[in-house]
């Protein structure tokens, strides 16, 4: 079982950035690929970042690529998201998940959620 926290959530205006983290207690992260997804009102919880076990692969959305950076300590059990450019089409609840293969988007094939963090971006 692993539990994640996030942090770091906020309002920001366009153009500004944030920068997220989840932490994982548990059993060992090193070996779960970690990722992001996040959930607008009234739409469904959409893939944002992801990234491999060991940090060497990444996943991005499309609508993200550029802006956003997914990265790991495994030593401080931690996922970050950092989010530059930020628009107010970014504007969602943004959560950890882990226990997934990488490169999978769909939020069911996750196995591990945090409780979510909003971001609000003003125009």
């Known amino acids: 079982q692993v539990q994640l926290v996030e942090s770091g959530g906020g309002l920001v205006q366009a153009g500004g950035s944030l920068s997220l983290s989840c932490v994982a207690s548990g059993r060992p992260f090193i070996s779960y690929a970690v990722g992001w997804f996040r959930q607008a009102p009234g739409k469904n919880r959409e893939f944002v970042a992801s990234l491999s076990p060991y940090g060497g692969l990444t996943k991005y959305t499309d609508s993200v690529k550029g802006r956003f950076a997914i990265s790991r300590d495994n030593s401080k059990k931690t996922v970050y998201l950092q989010m530059n450019s930020l628009k107010p089409e970014d504007t969602a609840a943004y959560y950890c998940?882990?226990?997934?293969?990488?490169?999978?988007?769909?939020?069911?094939?996750?196995?591990?959620w945090g409780q979510g963090t909003q971001v609000t971006v003003s125009s």
């Open positions: 998940t882990a226990g997934g293969e990488y490169h999978v988007t769909v939020p069911g094939r996750w196995n591990y």
